[in-house]
């Protein structure tokens, strides 16, 4: 597996940032939604995870799945970038703090709990390659190739319930975030499933970003 030439700092993932999110786990949990379930209540708050260091991949890595790891979930996203520290920032300051866009490949086990901290399943070796390019904008749309077969288009439209500025507005209320720490957008529903021997590449704005998925045939 390649290293990053440039390891950034700590990578923050967010969950639940889509409508379509809520909507699926709505759906999920059956009658009596979110309030009888574990959860008690919609967040209010963004919802984040970590991926630590060992997760980071470059651009055209050959990332090695152990044996146990039959597939994962391609999630295509877009992580922002920090340029100084941010505390406690406003909306409409929140983007002057941020240096720019990466591309992202958040690979995950598939699992269904929230609840829990799904380490084994999200935070392997490789398990969050990220682009070379620093992106000025937000692109409007990724599109996510396997094996040189689009399997899905992620727009960044209406469906993110938290905007760049506004996530990272409600993040930094309650922590702070450091130049070179990356907090992405969240994934979108019906990430493509993946598996050893898989290419996986994703394209927007510009830029570009491939792996490939090497390690036993499960």
Do not use: W
Not at 29 to 43: H, I, M, N, R, T
Not at 45 to 72: H, M, S, T
Not at 163 to 181: C, E, I, K
């Amino acid at each position: 597996m390649s290293l990053l030439p440039d390891p950034p700092g700590t990578l923050y993932g967010t969950l639940l940032n889509r409508a379509s999110n809520l909507a699926a786990l709505r759906a999920g949990l059956g009658e009596g939604g979110l309030a009888a379930s574990v959860y008690k209540a919609e967040p209010r708050a963004p919802v984040l995870y970590l991926k630590p260091a060992n997760c980071f991949a470059a651009d055209g890595a050959v990332i090695d799945l152990d044996a146990d790891v039959a597939e994962l979930e391609l999630g295509a996203t877009v992580a922002l970038v920090l340029a100084r520290p941010a505390a406690k920032v406003d909306e409409g300051e929140a983007l002057a703090r941020v240096a720019g866009y990466r591309l992202m490949m958040d690979l995950s086990q598939p699992h269904a709990s929230l609840h829990r901290p799904a380490i084994r399943q999200r935070c392997r070796d490789g398990f969050a390659p990220l682009g070379t390019a620093l992106l000025p904008a937000l692109p409007t749309a990724l599109r996510v190739f396997v094996n040189e077969e689009l399997r899905q288009v992620v727009e960044f439209d209406d469906d993110l319930l938290r905007p760049p500025a506004r996530l990272l507005a409600d993040v930094s209320a309650f922590m702070t975030l450091q130049a070179g720490d990356l907090l992405h957008l969240g994934v979108a529903e019906g990430a493509p499933r993946v598996r050893a021997g898989d290419r996986l590449r994703i394209e927007g704005g510009g830029a570009s970003l491939s792996v490939r998925l090497a390690g036993r045939l499960a």
